[in-house]
């Protein structure tokens, strides 16, 4: 077997049986590269998690056409053992043949809780280890330093200095590598048996990706003292001038050669922020000017210059994983902010370089969502891969404890770049705040009715083609979805509309007694939007404004205050085009976006396509059967040509991938703490 897949995709030969079921406790059928692979031999899939759901699915596309005589190959997926296959609907025992898969078949020898443990993108790199090393029977920690070794390129027992940890944890960060905690645990439990670590905050940093970069931030100025003074270590002040959040050592080894190659990009990518020094001019003739700040114009320039140069060589390939494309997006994103500052000056061929680069990324999503955005529909839900997983992501938080609540706040229309500028007009007016951020894929088409009302009722649109075509149903759909996991209506709450104006009344819904869940909608970043005519750069500017204005920091403010976590996300981003021309359609299009055009038959679409050769033809993935989208060519929208507008609805980056941001505050001992040193 060249790959731990191959032993699953073997059992799949088209036209054997219409229907197959499969025991699956581990979720490798949802794994991305399996998915593809299933459903390129022609398969669909559906997951049996809620019974009602996957009736209305199972008879509406699939008994309707057995019943016609059609042959199809449907895999329903069993998230558990064998033995429960036994359990389904007595129609499909009789209709279907049975497998069963589960990982401690492919990994005899390991331990089965570590190897369930990984994220399922990480068994290629253990499948492989274990053929070339052929490790025997090994226990629960031997198990887990052979994948430490092997998977995620970590050997404790080597790790002895300084820069040993600082190197493995700079890198294990910066590519955002989801490590389990038991294998966490047992990394942090053989470093400390060296005593040189011994006043690190290792049960933070080794985990905590957000408390990592802050202890390197709080650490950059010392460094650039010491640099500045090329002095002994004991000239430098105490760490109490340093007023540090994060206890251990002050002086850590930045310039060492294998860290030094991470530091650009770490503030290329805004992962550390640049700080002035007294001696700012000397040390910027160093390679400590990348985190230096001076002249902000120029700081702009040399950071684009950087981000350009890795972007170029970053763009995802076409049988990439979906993270691959959440962390190019976000550093596309911090592009795009430096570009559309207010005041920013760029060289005519940086401007073209963005443009070029626009038109490879744009082709290389367009490739790599048609062969994969199928499969990321039945992701598992933690973490969120795609906007209808997050209700079910913290439905998980909620079934914790009792006292867990938590806040879904829906900024609708903000792009990873506008999300960008928010960030940094809250980090002002409250700097302690902390922002755990990630990104999820909107739907397809990227507009409200569709992505917003998904994000709400926990399901792919297939499951809402009453109110596809409107929003009304979304306080329903919301309450809907939690009745489903145990809550009272009592215990949701919903708001929309808002922006502007006074919190009196989501202050009234999440101050209730009995409250657990909101759902808030933020529209003001739609609105500044669907009234723009100065392009990305006007939007930027608008969305400045409003977020230097108090109302978001207030709305963080009353939801923290009152014990929620709280998480902000969008429903679509939404990009600069240029008009095409409008399709002469008269009444058959269900919905005539600018970037999108809904039609209710594959002929009426086809014969607008022929207008427009460039236009894509999406299939209905997720969506009812009689929702066929076509959407606008590049960076085009159906509008009179040359008309310039801010719109949404089709599927670059910046429309598709939108952020995921769990928002935090200090607690309040290290805020006087802090606020003490500062004074």
Not at 57 to 81: C, H, I, M, N, P
Not at 239 to 262: C, M, Q, S, T, W
Not at 277 to 294: N, P
Not at 496 to 503: A, E, I, P, S, V
Request: hydrophobic content about 40%.
């Amino acid at each position: 077997m060249r790959s731990w897949r191959d032993q699953i995709l073997r059992e799949f030969t088209p036209k054997v049986a219409r229907l197959t079921l499969v025991a699956d406790p581990d979720g490798l059928l949802l794994e991305e590269g399996v998915l593809e692979g299933i459903r390129e031999r022609g398969f669909e899939l559906i997951p049996f998690e809620d019974h009602v759901a996957f009736r209305y699915a199972y008879e509406s596309k699939f008994r309707s056409r057995w019943d016609r005589g059609e042959q199809t190959d449907l895999v329903v997926v069993l998230r558990s053992g064998a033995s429960d296959l036994g359990s389904l609907p007595y129609d499909l025992l009789q209709a279907g043949r049975r497998l069963s898969f589960n990982l401690g078949e492919m990994f005899p020898n390991l331990s089965y809780p570590v190897v369930t443990a990984l994220d399922r993108g990480d068994l290629d790199e253990l499948y492989e280890a274990q053929k070339r090393h052929a490790p025997g029977v090994l226990g629960d920690n031997a198990t887990k330093e052979f994948v430490l070794r092997h998977v995620f390129e970590i050997a404790p027992e080597l790790i002895r200095e300084p820069s040993d940890l600082l190197r493995v944890l700079v890198r294990r960060h910066y590519r955002e590598q989801r490590i389990p905690a038991i294998l966490d645990e047992r990394f942090v439990q053989v470093l400390r048996q060296n005593d040189g670590f011994e006043d690190w905050p290792l049960d933070t940093i080794i985990p905590d990706r957000e408390a990592f970069f802050t202890f390197l931030q709080e650490r950059w100025p010392v460094f650039l003292d010491r640099s500045a003074k090329q002095e002994d270590a004991g000239v430098c002040e105490s760490k109490e001038a340093y007023g540090l959040e994060y206890p251990g050592p002050l002086d850590l080894p930045f310039n060492h050669d294998d860290i030094r190659v991470y530091i650009d990009n770490l503030f290329l990518e805004g992962l550390l922020q640049t700080v002035p020094h007294d001696q700012a001019e000397s040390l910027s003739k160093t390679w400590l000017a990348i985190g230096i700040r001076t002249d902000e114009q120029a700081d702009r320039t040399r950071r684009v210059d950087g981000l350009l140069d890795t972007i170029s060589s970053a763009i995802p390939e076409e049988d990439t994983r979906h993270d691959d494309w959440f962390h190019f997006a976000k550093t596309w994103a911090e592009l795009l902010a430096l570009v559309l500052e207010s005041d920013a000056v760029l060289p005519e061929p940086a401007r073209q370089k963005i443009g070029m680069l626009q038109t490879q990324v744009d082709t290389a999503l367009v490739a790599w969502l048609e062969k994969r955005y199928a499969g990321l529909i039945n992701l598992p839900p933690a973490p969120p891969v795609m906007l209808h997983h997050i209700p079910r992501f913290l439905a998980r938080y909620i079934g914790d404890a009792n006292e867990n609540k938590a806040a879904f706040v829906l900024v609708d229309g903000l792009s990873l770049d506008q999300w960008i500028v928010i960030r940094k007009a809250l980090i002002k007016q409250r700097p302690r705040y902390r922002f755990r951020e990630s990104a999820v894929f909107a739907w397809i088409p990227t507009i409200t009715s569709v992505s917003r009302q998904a994000a709400f009722a926990g399901r792919p649109p297939i499951y809402f083609p009453d109110s596809i075509h409107t929003t009304d149903k979304e306080p329903a759909l919301w309450t809907q979805f939690w009745a489903d996991q145990g809550l009272t209506q009592q215990e949701v709450a919903y708001a929309k509309g808002l922006g502007d104006g006074t919190l009196d009344s989501v202050e009234e819904l999440v101050t209730r007694p009995k409250t657990r869940v909101a759902g808030l909608v933020v529209d003001k970043v739609d609105k500044i939007m669907h009234g723009m005519e100065l392009g990305a750069a006007g939007m930027h500017n608008q969305v400045r404004q409003w977020a230097g204005q108090p109302f978001m920091a207030n709305l963080i403010d009353m939801l923290l205050d009152n014990e929620f976590r709280v998480y902000l996300t969008s429903d679509h981003g939404n990009v600069a085009a240029v008009g095409c021309g409008r399709p002469a359609e008269g009444a058959v299009a269900d919905l005539r976006g600018e970037r999108v055009r809904i039609y209710p038959d594959s002929l009426l679409r086809g014969q607008v396509k022929e207008r427009f050769p460039g236009a894509l033809e999406w299939p209905p993935v997720g969506l009812p059967e009689d929702y066929l989208p076509l959407l606008a060519p590049d960076r085009l929208a159906f509008v009179r040509e040359t008309e310039r507008l801010v719109c949404h609805g089709g599927i670059s980056l910046e429309e598709l991938v939108v952020p995921l941001v769990q928002i935090e505050s200090l607690p309040a001992a290290t805020r006087a703490a802090q606020a003490g040193m500062d004074t």
